[in-house]
């Protein structure tokens, strides 16, 4: 059997240590192994076969030109090390997955903006923080996203506070909830790129969410191999998971 790919993921230093556990299970579950990665410890992208960029604290404006908002929770040292992780990943062709806070920072790295605050903007959209599934989503028809989960209305957690605003660079809108925050994003060609703003690693018990975990790992396998990312995702995922 061959080894199972290498996924390095980023923390916080508040909730790494209780966060790592179940990102590390899903990624077990989709045939990957993790290894834990934050500012301060070692990041060698060439001993890994993909990136996931997690949840935590939010983005510093002054990585995008934004004004800072006095209930922002902020961490530096994390914001360089993930906008220098995600900038190399991509251009090496490793493939990456942002969870929440990592889905922001992807269209950061790529040159987007965020909203400070989302829901102030977006006030139709349901305020809801809690890490069970009671958000609900639409996933954009002729995405990757929705090959790999089917574009059924998901019911997902929310646990943040700011949303992708303009987008970067070849970065397009997977889904919205009902009031048009964007919820996830992708890019349409190889490296694979994939950021939702929930948390599927609390969602481990429900199959589309494993799904998401499964791409990223199914990706990785295929750089290995140098094989084309996008195509071994449409492959593997060519019967959508179902709830």
């Known amino acids: 059997m061959s080894r199972r790919p290498r996924i390095a993921v980023t923390t916080s230093r508040q909730s790494g240590w209780r966060i790592f556990p179940l990102v590390a299970l899903n990624l077990w579950l989709a045939g990957g192994r993790a290894v834990r990665w934050g500012a301060g410890r070692p990041a060698d992208l060439g001993a890994v076969d993909g ?40 251009a090496c062709g490793i493939p990456v997955l942002g969870i ?53 209305p998901m019911r997902v957690n ?43 690693e609390h969602l481990f018990y429900a199959r589309r969410q494993r799904a998401i975990f499964a791409a990223l790992v199914t990706a990785a396998r295929a750089r290995r191999y140098n094989r084309g990312q996008l195509a071994a995702v449409d492959a593997e995922m060519a019967e959508p998971a179902r709830p």
């Open 158 to 200: 929310a646990l943040h506070s700011q949303a992708v605003d303009r987008l970067g660079t070849d970065v397009i809108v997977a889904a919205r909830d009902r009031g048009g925050m964007v919820q996830a994003i992708e890019r349409a060609h190889d490296p694979f790129a994939l950021g939702v703003q929930w948390h599927p």
């Open 51 to 90: 990136l996931i960029i997690g949840g935590g604290d939010d983005i510093s404006p002054d990585l995008y030109g934004g004004q800072i908002v006095t209930s922002a929770r902020l961490d530096p040292a994390r914001d360089a090390l993930e906008r220098g992780l995600v900038e190399a990943a991509l």
């Open 100 to 152: 929440c806070r990592g889905a922001q920072m992807i269209n950061v790295a790529l040159g987007g903006t965020l909203h400070q605050d989302a829901y102030g903007t977006y006030t139709a959209s349901d305020r809801i923080w809690t890490i069970l599934p009671k958000k609900r989503v639409r996933v954009c028809k002729g995405t990757r996203l929705a090959e790999v989960t089917g574009t059924e």
